[in-house]
Nanobody
Framework: VQLQASGGGWVQAGGSLRLSCAAS????????MGWFRQAPGKEREFVAA????????YYADSVKGRFTISRDNAKNTVYLQMNSLKPEDTAVYYC?????????????????WGQGTLVTVSS
């Protein structure tokens, strides 16, 4: 499975961005997709996740109510709509895919990773 993330950029606080993650290859093996982020000098952290089928979604408390994860199965693409962005949202955002059938917010649970896309939020 290959993951290609895009959509990062620079935005002022309060603005919005939408990230995309296109999956290719053996996508039938994917049970779920997730977004993680890593700010400078910090560890990578969970942001949001959903299942490849069904409607279940999961969010970190820090983004709940501001970020929305969605998917387009026909395009094998997952999106992360980010609204009301804050300077503390500045990070490299990574999409990831898991073959596990149960939800997880841990890095170790994800088998495939995209290359990351930088989001910079200025105050």
């Amino acid at each position: 499975v290959q993951l290609q993330a895009s959509g990062g950029g620079w935005v002022q606080a309060g603005g919005s961005l939408r990230l995309s993650c296109a999956a290719s290859g053996r996508t039938f093996s994917i049970y779920g997709m997730g977004w993680f982020r890593q700010a400078p000098g910090k560890e990578r952290e969970f942001v949001a996740a959903n299942r490849w089928s069904g409607s279940s979604t999961y969010y970190a408390d820090s983004v709940k109510g501001r970020f929305t994860i969605s998917r387009d199965n026909a395009k094998n693409t997952v999106y992360l709509q980010m609204n009301s962005l804050k300077p503390e949202d500045t990070a490299v955002y990574y999409c990831a895919a898991t073959r596990r059938s149960t939800y997880s917010n841990t890095i170790q649970a994800y088998d495939y990773w995209g290359q990351g896309t930088l989001v910079t939020v200025s105050s």
